[in-house]
């Protein structure tokens, strides 16, 4: 098949021809960015938490009297107790915030008193003794809290911890050449050192938002009840007994206490429910990418089939005088496969840059990852067979095409 007078004849269908290239660069550029954002939501959604999520749930409990603390920590005190006496769970502790929340208390940690910035960004978890068992969170180094150091701590009381366990992702931050045990780190505005007596394994912070990956794994847990307006209980169920326990548990608090408020919806949430929930703007937006892609794609193909037939439709006299001399419908067939390809590929270039160029957009202003040429390559292909399938059933009905009937319809 010859090229050239495959342009000859895509010359006099520009405004065709222009505008079925510039619906490829356009879905080409649109999809590879989507494809790319998806691929970034599912990553970020597959996160681990460093939490044994199975069996875990959490209970929200607000104080009807919010202005007693040393109530307060007598009460949370006695819910610990409760709940650890039932017979369907396996521990619990009292918590500010917890991984995949969202939202919570996060602190500068530096490592000299007079930094005039910080090290690093890290989620704050008041913690005791029974925090990382419930948790299921592993210890790697060093000790885990006794109970004799948690203490309770005021919401606007300067916190400060003499001691305090930190994630391995924040001791690798922190100390990059050496352990992290016996350290000093600075976690409260004041001038007090807090000193690294344990390491865990992986543990996310409770940030989940898109600003918050560089500290995403940072977590410093104090020893501390923290006597707020509300506190959340983090129970861990025996295995097999989750559904018992989270029936069992809001009772076994309303029974040393009926002054407090648990939502009936909200108030006891699974972990899967709580992940759900952290990742809820990402599903919903990796859906969005993924229906928007098929319908550019649906629609560029359909523009191709539809310009096709309308091609084929003009052409059944030039055709027709094809086929009577001697042309097989194999060579129609070919030359319609070969003018769409054309445009395909003059399409698929321009697309290609403009995709890059979206993305370094993108990047500019929303500080997102670069765009993978993989994702690029991988568009270009899948346009150019989608064009070429959207073409096959235009081009088979103009290779059926017979010279008598094209030469009827002079």
Known sequence: MQIRPILAAMRHHKAGTVLIALQIALTLAIVCNALFIIQQRITRMSR??????????????????????????????????????????????????FPL??????????????????????????????????????????RNFTASEVAAQKPRDAMHAAQVIISKDLARRLFPQGSALGKTIYVSMGQAPSTVIGVTDTLQAHMTGSWAGPYAYNAVLIPARLLNDYTYYLVRAKPGQLEAAMRDAPKALFAQSRMRIIDHKDGVISFAQVRQRAYERD?????LMGIIS?????????????????????????????????????????????ENLLIGIGGVLAGAVLAIGINLWMVTQFEMARLSLAYVVAGVAALLVLGQGAVLAPALRASRVSPVEATRSV
């Open 48 to 97: 681990p938490s460093g939490v044994s999520e199975s069996n875990l749930f959490v209970i929200r409990s607000d104080w009807a009297d919010k202005s007693d603390t040393q109530r307060i920590d007598a009460q949370m005190q006695a819910d610990l107790i409760a709940l650890r006496q039932l017979g369907s769970v396996q521990d619990a502790a009292s918590t500010n915030s």
């Open 101 to 142: 929340r969202g939202t919570g208390w996060d602190n500068y940690i530096k490592l000299q008193p007079d930094q005039p910035r910080m090290t690093t960004d890290s989620a704050i978890f008041f913690s005791d003794d029974h925090t990382l068992a419930t948790l299921g969170t592993r210890l790697i180094a060093g």
């Open 283 to 287: 599903v919903g937006m990796a859906i």
């Open 294 to 338: 098929v319908v550019l794609l649906a629609i560029t193909a359909a523009g191709i089939v539809g310009l096709t037939s309308f091609w084929v439709g003009q052409r059944r006299k030039q055709i027709g005088v094809r086929r009577a001399l001697g042309a097989t419908r194999g060579d129609i067939l070919s030359y319609f496969l070969t």
